[in-house]
């Protein structure tokens, strides 16, 4: 494979280049290298978002509250049955994707399998075309209830259905109900993410010419390190990628945007 030449690529260069100044004692060259991988690399995250088609006034007053809510004592205090965190919300960059996708492909049924506080929900809501509709799986009624409080203010309310529950259990009866999407967007528990495909597949969830978009394939680059580094969640993303990889019928791509971003068709 031909070694490309991007920013990331050479922040990497720099660093490993750092690495082996330390070990020739250079302390003060390789301090250098090391500033310049920084700079590098977080200007690279901070142009996406600059270069990036900016979020409504609504969805930045979600992430803002999203940021500004005391997550751990709502945890404490029982008023969610995990204990969550601001950085559960999905970027900008990727909502502006998603949204994009659905505007190109004409799509008009979106499933998304965890919503948290709802941004990527009403992203892709803005996208839908008036009498499109988005159901959103999310398993804690916290943030569904907060998630549904920002949804009441706009007109895309109503193309909008939030599932409380386990997505699973949703999935099986959407299916029943006899639900296909265009677009199935996947961004919950990452332990189950094997078993979202599956259900996704086997359920027929899928319209013909439908695709899912999986988020946080890299998982904070775990999927590279040993086992011995690894998470749960990053050995359950590793395996997933693994089980995309392996299945007949499914083509697939996987985009560095943020923490990852894997695009698959259904053949």
């Known amino acids: 494979m031909i070694k490309s030449i991007t920013g990331l690529t050479i922040g990497i260069d720099n660093i490993r280049r750092a690495l082996a100044l330390l070990k020739e004692g250079k302390i003060e060259d390789a301090s250098s290298l090391i500033e310049d991988a920084a700079t590098l690399l977080t200007g690279m995250e901070a142009a996406v978002f600059s270069n990036t088609s900016p979020a409504s006034d609504l969805l930045s007053e979600i992430e803002e509250q999203t940021e500004r809510r005391d997550w751990s004592r709502l945890y404490r205090e029982g008023k969610t049955r995990h204990e969550l965190e601001p950085g559960m919300l999905t970027g900008n960059p990727e909502v502006r994707f998603l949204a994009m996708m659905i505007k190109l492909a004409g799509y008009k049924r979106v499933l998304e399998i965890g919503s948290f506080t709802g941004y990527a929900t009403l992203g892709m809501a803005e996208a839908l075309p008036d009498g499109g509709k988005i159901v959103a799986c999310e398993q804690e009624e916290y943030v569904a209830n907060m ?10 309310d109503r193309k909008i259905t939030i599932r409380v529950g386990p997505a699973l259990e949703s999935m099986r009866t959407l299916s029943d109900e ?6 199935v967007f996947m961004d919950a528990d990452k332990l189950e993410y094997r ?4 259900a996704i597949l086997e359920l027929s969830l899928l319209s013909p010419g439908g695709c899912i978009v999986v988020d946080n394939t890299l998982y904070r680059g775990e999927i590279s390190l040993p086992p011995e580094r690894r ?16 299945h007949p019928k499914l083509e697939y791509v996987m985009l560095p945007l943020r923490d990852g971003v894997t695009v698959i068709k259904y053949t």
């Open 147 to 156: 998630a549904r409080s920002f949804f009441r203010r706009t007109p895309h």
């Open 178 to 183: 006899g639900w296909r999407f265009d677009l």
């Open 195 to 198: 078993d979202y495909l599956n």
């Open 231 to 246: 998470s749960k969640a990053g050995e359950a993303i590793r395996e997933f990628n693994r089980m995309v990889r392996k």
